[in-house]
C-alpha cells in the first residue's frame, strides 16, 4: 500500500465521521428521538420534551462537546459509578502514553525510518508506505540507537503513569466500599452445594449447619426458589400495572380529553385500572403465595451480624468435602444473576471447560474471513483467484479503496458476532452476577481480538502457514519483527475504521434510531418508556481500547505514522464516552473498578510484546548495541508488573479486614445495626429484584425526578436516599 490509498481511507473514514457527528447533532435535538439520546435522562424523570419548531434544531452545533468536556469526574462518579470513571481514566491514560510516544516518535524516529537508506524521494505520496517504517533502516545502521531511546521513554512513561493510576483507582475503590451507604453484600454470604437430606428442606439444613457452627454471629437466610408459571404471570401482570401508572400521570393533567358519564364527571379509564390493582394488591399477601410456588434449589443467601464475621466464614473451608457447603460473598442485590443461582454446583466445572473448547474452536472458525480479509491487501493473489476482476484491479481508485478501506471493513462486520457469542459462552460458564459475566466476556473479547485482529494478521497467509508459523518457539520474535512492519499498513487503515468511524456509529446509535422511527412514525406509539435505557457495553469497548492501545505500542517505533490517528482516535473517544455516560447509558450495577487490574496486565503484555519485538527487530537490522540494552528493559518491566501485583492487586480480589471492622465499629458506635439487620431481611427478596433490576440504579438525585410515578415505590424512594449519600464520598475522591 502506497501513501495516496492510506490518505484515501482517512478520507473517507473523515468524511463518514464527521458526516455522522454533524447529524447526531442535529437529531439529538429533536423532540422524537430524546429516548434514544437521552435515555439515562428518561429513566429518571417524566419530562418530556415538546418543543416548538425552530431552524435552530436543524442546525449542526458542537454544543455536546463543550459539555462533554466541561463535566467533571466527580460528576461521572455520581452519574456512572466507578466502573465509568475507571473506562474514562483509560481513555486519559491512553492519551497521555500516546501523546509523549508520538512526540518522541514523529519527531525523531520517523525521519531516521524515511532516510534510513540512501534513496531518492521524489514523489511522497506514490512511494509505499514501508518507507516510513524500520523496514526502510539498513542493516548495522548506527541510527538505531533512537528507536532504543524511544523504546526506553515510552517504556518508562509508560510504567510510571500505570502506577500512579493504579494507585489512585485503588484509593477510588477504597472509597466505594466504604462510602457510608449500605451495601448489604458485605454482611451476606452466598452459599451453594448444600447438601440433600430427605428429612429436612433445604433451609432447615441452612439454618442447622449455621445454628451450630456459627451460633454467635449468623443472623439469618434466604433461600433461592424457582419461580412458577403463576409467578412470572404476577411478574408480567406487575410489569403492566407499572405501564398503566405511566400513561396515567401523563394524563393526569388533561382529565377532559377522558369521556364524561351522564352526571358530567369524567372517567379515566387508566386511572380505574390503577387504582383497582393498588386496592387488590392491598388485600393480597404475596408473601403467602410465593411459599406456595416456589422451589427451593440448594443454594441460599446467608447474614451475619457484622461484615468481618462474614468475610471469616467466605475464606474458611466449610466442609471436609470441598464440593459442600461452598461459599463465598454475594454479589450486590442489584448485580445478582438469579437464573446462574440455579445451577448445580457440580455441574460449573463441566461448563466451564465446554465453553473454554468452544470459545477455541470459534476462534479457529474465525480464521477463515480473516485470511480473507488479508488477500484482498494482496492484489496479486486475488486477480490470480479471481481472473474477471483482473480489468477492474487496474484502475488506480479501486485499487485504493480494496487496498486501504476494504480490508477493515468486512473484518469489523465479522467482528460484531464476537461479543455476543462470548457474552453466551459467559452465562453458560454460570456466573452469579451480572458485573462479573461482563468481566468474564470482556476478557474473552480481548483475548480473541488480540489473537484474529492482531497475531493472525500479522502472520498472514494461508491457515497451514499461520499454523505452521508457530512450530518452533524461538522464531516467534524474528517471525514477528519480519511481519509487523509489513502488516503496520493494514493497522493504520484499521485504526481509522475500527476507531474513527465506530465512535461515530456509537454515537448515533443507528439501532435505537431505526427502533424510535419505526415505533413513532409507523407503529403511531408516541409515548417514550420511562426505563427505555440501557447499561454501559464495558465487554465490548474496553477490548476495543485496549486492541488499540496494543497496535499503538508495537507499532510506535516500527511504523510511527499510525501514532497521530490513534492519538485522535483517543481524543474523540475520551468526548463520545463522556457525553454516553452522561445522556445516554445507565448504572444498573458496579463492579467498583474491576476493568482495571485488566487494563494494567493488557498494557503490561503489550509494552513487553512490543520490546520482544523489537528486540528481534535489532537483531534483524545487527545492532547488537540495541538488543543487549532492550533486554534489561524487558526484565525490568516484568519486575515492575510483579511489584504491582503485589502492592495493588489484592485491593482488588479481597475485602480487608481492618477496613470492614472499622466499619462495623461506626455502625455499633451510631447505633445503626438493628437498622442494617431491618433493611437485611428484605435486601435479597428475589422475585421483587428480578423484576425491577436495575430500576433502583436508575434513578439520579435530580429535583425533578418523577414523584407521581414513583410514589407508589418504596424502593424507588429508598435508592433515591441512598444515591444523594453517593455524593459526598464522590467528592472527596475525585482527583
Known amino acids: 500500500m502506497n501513501l495516496s490509498a492510506l490518505l484515501t481511507s482517512a478520507g473517507i473514514n473523515i468524511a463518514i465521521t464527521v458526516s455522522l457527528l454533524s447529524l447526531y447533532s442535529i437529531l439529538r435535538k ?113 541510527w538505531l540507537w533512537a528507536h532504543c531511546l524511544a523504546l526506553y521513554i515510552i517504556s518508562c512513561s509508560t510504567c510510571f503513569l500505570l502506577y500512579f493510576e493504579y494507585k489512585s483507582i485503588s484509593k477510588m475503590r ?51 426458589y424457582r419461580s412458577s408459571t403463576v409467578q412470572k404471570l404476577m411478574n408480567e401482570a406487575e410489569v403492566m400495572c407499572n405501564v398503566f401508572k405511566h400513561v396515567t400521570s401523563q394524563h393526569n393533567s388533561n382529565q377532559n380529553s377522558f369521556p364524561r358519564h351522564l352526571c358530567g364527571v369524567a372517567s379515566n379509564p387508566f386511572t380505574i385500572l390503577s387504582n383497582e390493582t393498588e386496592s387488590v394488591k392491598g388485600h393480597v399477601e404475596f408473601d403467602v403465595l410465593e411459599s406456595s410456588m416456589e422451589k427451593e434449589y440448594a443454594t441460599a443467601f446467608v447474614f451475619f451480624k457484622t461484615r468481618y464475621d462474614t468475610i471469616i466464614a467466605s475464606e474458611v473451608l466449610q466442609s471436609a468435602n470441598p464440593m459442600l457447603w461452598v461459599t463465598e460473598m454475594a454479589p450486590e442485590p442489584r448485580d445478582v444473576f438469579w437464573s446462574n443461582l440455579c445451577i448445580p454446583y457440580r455441574q460449573l466445572w463441566i461448563r466451564k471447560i465446554a465453553t473454554l473448547l468452544a470459545a477455541i474452536v470459534f476462534m479457529f472458525v474465525f480464521l477463515i474471513p480473516v485470511t480473507f480479509v488479508q488477500g484482498l491487501t494482496q492484489l496479486d493473489q486475488l486477480s490470480h483467484a479471481l481472473p474477471f476482476l483482473r480489468g477492474l484491479l487496474k484502475l488506480k481508485f479501486v485499487t485504493q479503496v480494496i487496498t486501504g478501506y476494504l480490508p477493515s471493513v468486512v473484518l469489523i462486520l465479522f467482528m460484531y458476532a464476537v461479543p455476543p457469542t462470548m457474552m453466551l ?6 456466573s452469579v452476577s451480572h458485573s462479573g459475566r461482563k468481566l468474564s466476556t470482556c476478557i474473552k473479547v480481548l483475548y480473541f481480538t488480540i489473537w484474529n485482529v492482531f497475531f493472525v494478521n500479522v502472520l498472514s497467509g494461508s491457515i497451514i502457514g499461520q499454523l505452521s508459523v508457530f512450530s518452533s518457539v524461538k522464531d516467534i520474535p524474528k517471525q514477528l519483527a519480519e511481519a509487523v512492519p509489513i502488516q503496520a499498513t493494514f493497522f493504520m487503515t484499521y485504526v481509522l475504521t475500527s476507531g474513527w468511524a465506530s465512535l461515530s456509529v456509537e454515537i448515533m446509535q443507528p439501532l435505537l434510531l431505526l427502533f424510535n422511527i419505526l415505533k413513532k412514525f409507523i407503529f403511531l406509539i408516541k409515548e417514550d418508556p420511562p426505563d427505555g435505557a440501557y447499561s454501559f457495553p464495558y465487554h465490548t469497548e474496553v477490548p476495543r481500547v485496549l486492541l488499540f492501545g496494543l497496535i499503538g505500542f508495537v507499532c510506535s517505533i516500527l511504523a510511527p505514522l499510525i501514532l497521530p ?13 463522556r457525553n454516553q455516560i452522561m445522556n445516554v447509558y445507565i448504572t444498573n450495577y458496579d463492579s467498583g473498578g474491576q476493568y482495571w487490574p485488566i487494563v494494567h496486565k493488557a498494557t503490561i503484555f503489550a509494552l513487553v510484546l512490543t520490546q520482544i519485538i523489537a528486540l528481534g527487530v535489532f537483531g534483524i537490522k545487527r545492532s547488537s548495541v540495541a538488543s543487549g540494552f532492550t533486554i534489561p528493559l524487558i526484565i525490568g518491566t516484568l519486575l515492575f508488573n510483579a511489584y504491582c501485583g503485589q502492592r495493588f492487586s489484592p485491593t482488588f480480589n479481597k475485602l480487608s479486614a481492618q477496613v470492614l471492622m472499622d466499619m462495623d465499629r461506626r455502625d455499633q458506635q451510631a447505633g445503626r445495626m438493628e437498622e442494617i439487620y431491618e433493611q437485611l431481611r428484605s435486601a435479597y427478596s428475589q422475585f421483587r429484584l428480578t423484576q425491577n433490576s436495575g430500576k433502583a440504579a436508575r434513578i439520579n438525585q435530580d429535583e425533578n425526578s418523577c414523584k407521581d410515578v414513583h410514589t407508589n415505590h418504596s424502593e424507588y424512594q429508598e435508592s433515591i436516599a441512598d444515591s444523594e449519600a453517593t455524593l459526598r464520598p464522590g467528592n472527596e475522591i475525585s482527583s
Open 174 to 224: 477504597l472509597a466505594y466500599i466504604t462510602r457510608p451507604i449500605l451495601n448489604p453484600s458485605h454482611f451476606t454470604l452466598l452459599v451453594r452445594a448444600i447438601p440433600w437430606s430427605p428429612e429436612q428442606s433445604y433451609s432447615d439444613m441452612v439454618k442447622d449447619y449455621f445454628m451450630n457452627y456459627y451460633a454467635s454471629t449468623y443472623l439469618s437466610h434466604q433461600m433461592v
Open 425 to 430: 459462552f459467559s452465562t453458560i460458564e454460570g
Open 565 to 577: 490517528f490513534l492519538l485522535i482516535y483517543f481524543l474523540l473517544a475520551y468526548l463520545v464516552y
Open 30 to 142: 429533536q423532540p422524537s428521538n430524546v429516548s434514544v439520546y437521552f435515555g439515562r435522562k428518561l429513566a429518571s424523570t417524566c419530562e418530556r420534551r415538546n418543543d416548538a419548531f425552530s431552524l435552530e434544531r436543524f442546525v449542526p452545533s458542537p454544543s455536546w462537546i463543550l459539555k462533554a468536556w466541561e463535566t467533571t469526574e466527580a460528576e461521572l462518579l455520581e452519574l456512572g459509578g466507578v466502573d465509568a470513571v475507571v473506562f474514562i481514566r483509560i481513555l486519559v491514560f491512553s492519551i497521555r502514553v500516546f501523546c509523549i510516544a508520538a512526540v518522541i516518535c514523529i519527531f525523531l524516529v520517523l525521519p531516521v525510518n524515511y532516510y534510513g537508506k540512501e534513496m531518492i524521494h521524489t514523489n511522497i505520496s506514490s512511494e509505499s508506505l514501508e518507507v516510513f517504517t524500520i523496514a526502510n533502516v539498513q542493516e548495522g545502521s548506527g
